[in-house]
């Protein structure tokens, strides 16, 4: 398995289940990542200290330029999953020539619709509780229509389906990592 | 085992109607092959076909374009092309229009280093982003390419380059195997000290002598790419024969033609992604694996060490990781594979086809291909739960001459039966015989394998006389299925490659390893043939400096200690037969 990808001088490495670390030649953006070392940090749930951006802002940190996107459950088709709006958000990375696109944890919202104009090279996408089911992923996936898409997963299985159902629309790649929380 | 016959999802025929539909290609082969040109785009349009060993006489096209150039402006265009694993589990892609901005920027470095239209570039690298780059990067800058298999040893990679004389060599300075470093400097040192020339040098990996690779991609791009007059070269190749290793180089027309029909036919396709483990040394590896799979838009995904690191498992984690949908690899890998490993573990719905070549693939190993690597998690409609196998295995007969694949089973066309134990149908457009000493067709029993009408591949070193004799051994049965057994001289075939006895013998004696040498192959269980030299000297030193002249793929099994007196043809078949008998 897999375990970095190299995209347009972006390296994608997992770190933990949802996990992600970005790094650009020696500088790095973890986002969701607990532990280990990182020059920048995000976090998709807007709680407490944890360093996050709220959607629509952006920022600078580094060799990155960070956008943040709503993320978020929808309640009107009985969504119940983890985050209503304003408690999560999804971070859209630029570095050298790449894009990186981390929904955060939403479910099938009407901003995933219009993304596929951001030409993304990299969609990472949470797959299992509170996030995605790979399904939905699918169709995160038809609407993107990135060049590689990383699913972020705790079940190796969710990832496969995922892999079974939008192979045909992005090339998948299913990066090792650890699966537990660590 | 009997004829398995193929989904119908596919675009199934009978043998009967295939058997018309091929009678009808090859009875007007230069119909047919003009058709399938105009998959291409032309920049001029060619006066005639087929004329005096030349096809698409008169034509011009852009083999770039062709390749790479027709997907910027569709969706293509962000679609990985070549997505790298290295051994170390990092992996690298890169899309269509990565390919384009780099290749560009390789082809203004040639050019500025003097490389142009009718010159050769040398690729001696593995499969790679950075082999990739500098090939098409050398097309757009209008010269052709010649890929030498980075096994090679010195010696024999000097006497390529020393025959082609390429202006421009890009190398790599070091791969890694089974976690150790393996040098490729020195040899790649030894062999340029010793060339009359100095061809400009570009090395992956980097090294205090040459310019480093950063070198050829870091300027600006250039716009545009070289048009190539249908009959100019565009790839070349050594091909082994009895006494040596021969140029085979094939024109731009004829060649792209042939690799994007057949590389269709045999089941890639836009959406595909296709993980080939032939090395870009050898035909299958440049004119399917590279070639006709960025033509089609199918994204490649290389590995770039052993299959056996850290366990057998690691081409088939590729498959499951990589979501791969096309297998393209050889028979020794899948008899290698099929000893040290199961599918159980792994998620290999995605896979639709496994196309295999280099070697006969006997029945028992198509079996275990088809119901092991085959059958999947979750059955087809038409197929019966449990491993019973539910995708395609297609076994192929290619030749470095004839450019492509020209016998097996059209997945994406006509796909008639599979024959387990067979390389298929002659491909459409190819018309393969089995013939007896004088020219008659044999049926069911062994004969000559050879080619009765013109292909578009055709080499530049080929005159058309009516006939080519691919020196192969082969039986068709009377519904037309190729069964190849091997050559029917002296050439020796071993896991895939066909090695010249010649240049064994010849690298041991000029070098001084041996006043005299013989090579010859035996049967050998996983790789079809070993190498046998006899030869007066130590055994230890003849294989040592077998390895290192020729390279460890020609390193001999056997090593016979013996006065050698007389025609070495003779000799070879007396010391094979001896072998054989086990004396």
């Not at chain 1, 958000?89 to 479910?107: F, L, S």
């Not at chain 2, 291409?40 to 008169?58: P, T």
């Not at chain 2, 010269?143 to 025959?163: N, P, S, Y």
């Not at chain 2, 001459?401 to 134990?421: Q, Y």
Request: hydrophobic share 40%; with cysteine.
């Amino acid at each position: 398995m897999p375990s970095a990808l190299k995209v347009r001088g972006c390296v994608v490495e997992r770190v933990g289940p949802f996990g992600v670390k970005i790094s650009v030649g020696s500088e790095s953006l973890c986002i969701d990542v607990l532990q280990g070392a990182c020059n920048h940090r995000l976090y998709t749930r807007l709680s407490g200290n944890a360093p996050s951006l709220r959607p629509g802002e952006e920022a600078s940190l580094g060799a990155f330029r960070v956008r943040a996107t709503e993320a978020y459950s929808r309640e009107d088709v009985g969504d119940e999953r983890l985050y209503r709006r304003g408690e999560g958000v999804g971070y859209i990375v630029e570095a050298g020539g790449c894009k990186v696109y981390h929904t955060g944890a939403a479910g099938l919202i009407a901003e995933l619709a219009s993304a596929r104009e951001e030409r993304a090279t990299i969609l990472l996408l949470p797959l299992g509780k509170g996030a995605f089911t790979p399904e939905e992923g699918l169709e995160v996936v038809r609407s993107v229509r990135p060049s590689v898409v990383v699913p972020l997963y705790e079940d190796v299985r969710e990832a496969e389906k995922l892999k079974l159902l939008a192979y045909y629309y992005s090339q998948v790649i299913i990066l090792k990592g650890e699966d537990k929380w660590g | 085992m009997g004829v398995v016959p193929p989904s119908m999802k596919y675009n199934a025929v009978s043998v009967k109607e295939y058997q018309r539909l091929h009678k009808e290609s090859v009875e007007n082969f230069e119909s047919f092959w003009a058709s399938q040109a105009l998959q291409l785009k032309w920049e001029r349009a060619w006066s005639a076909a087929f004329s005096g060993s030349r096809w698409f006489v008169g034509g011009a096209l852009d083999p770039y374009y062709n390749l790479v150039g027709k997907h910027l402006s569709t969706t293509l265009r962000d679609k990985p092309a070549v997505v790298v694993e290295w051994e170390d589990g990092s992996a690298e892609a890169v899309t269509y229009e990565d390919l384009h901005e780099a290749s560009g920027r390789a082809a203004r470095a040639l050019r500025e280093v003097g490389v142009g239209a009718g010159d050769w570039v040398a690729v001696i690298a593995p499969q790679s982003v950075e082999a990739t780059v500098a090939i098409l990067g050398a097309l757009r800058a209008g010269a052709a390419v010649e890929t030498i298999f980075t096994g090679f040893g010195w010696w024999e990679v000097m006497r390529r380059l020393k025959r082609r004389r390429p202006k421009a060599v890009v190398a790599f300075s070091e791969l890694t195997r089974r976690g150790k470093r393996v040098d490729l400097l020195l040899p790649l040192s030894k062999a340029l000290e010793r060339l009359d020339y100095e061809p400009e040098v570009f090395v992956v990996g980097g090294s205090s002598r040459w310019r480093g690779f950063e070198e050829l991609i870091k300027g600006p791009s250039v716009k545009e790419s070289w048009i190539f007059s249908s009959e100019s070269p565009l790839v070349g190749f050594h091909a082994g024969y009895e006494d040596d290793f021969r140029l085979v180089t094939h024109r731009a027309g004829g060649y792209l033609v042939q690799a994007l029909a057949v590389t269709r036919w045999v089941g890639l396709r836009a959406r595909d992604t296709v993980f080939c483990t032939v090395s870009l040394g050898w035909i299958t590896g440049v004119s399917h694996c590279l070639i006709g799979a960025l033509m089609l838009g199918s994204t490649i995904v290389f590995y770039n060490g052993a299959p056996d690191y850290p366990h057998w498992g690691r081409w088939l984690e590729i498959m499951d990781y990589y979501a791969v949908t096309v297998f393209l690899t050889t028979s020794t890998a899948l008899r290698l594979l099929k000893g040290n490993v199961r599918a159980a573990g792994y998620e290999l719905d995605a896979l639709k086809a496994i196309v295999v070549t280099g070697e006969p693939l006997e029945a028992p190993l198509w079996q275990w291909a088809y119901e092991e690597l085959g059958s999947g998690s979750s059955p087809m409609v038409e197929s019966v739960p449990g491993r019973t196998g539910r995708i395609p295995v297609i076994n192929t007969y290619v030749q470095t001459e004839l450019g492509t694949f020209v016998s097996g089973n059209l997945v994406n066309s006509a796909f008639a039966p599979l024959l387990p134990g067979s390389a298929g149908l002659p491909l459409l457009g190819f018309y393969l015989d089995v013939v007896d000493g004088e020219g008659r067709p044999l049926r069911g029993e062994p004969g000559r394998l050879i080619v009765r009408t013109p292909w578009p591949a055709l080499p530049a070193e080929v005159e058309w006389k009516g006939y080519y004799d691919t020196g192969d051994l082969a039986v068709m049965d009377r519904e037309g299925y190729l069964s190849v057994l091997g050559r029917r001289d002296g050439v020796i075939k071993t896991s895939g490659y066909r090695i010249s006895p010649g240049a064994i013998e010849a690298a041991l004696e000029e070098s001084g390893a041996a006043k005299r040498a013989v090579a010859f192959g035996v049967p050998d269980a996983t790789r079809f043939e070993a190498v046998v030299v006899a030869a007066e000297g130590e055994p230890e030193h003849i294989r040592r400096a077998v390895r290192e002249l020729v390279g460890p793929i020609a390193e001999p099994s056997l090593v016979i200690v013996e006065e050698l007196r007389g025609e070495k043809r003779w000799l070879r078949q007396g010391l094979r037969e001896r072998v054989a008998r086990g004396r």
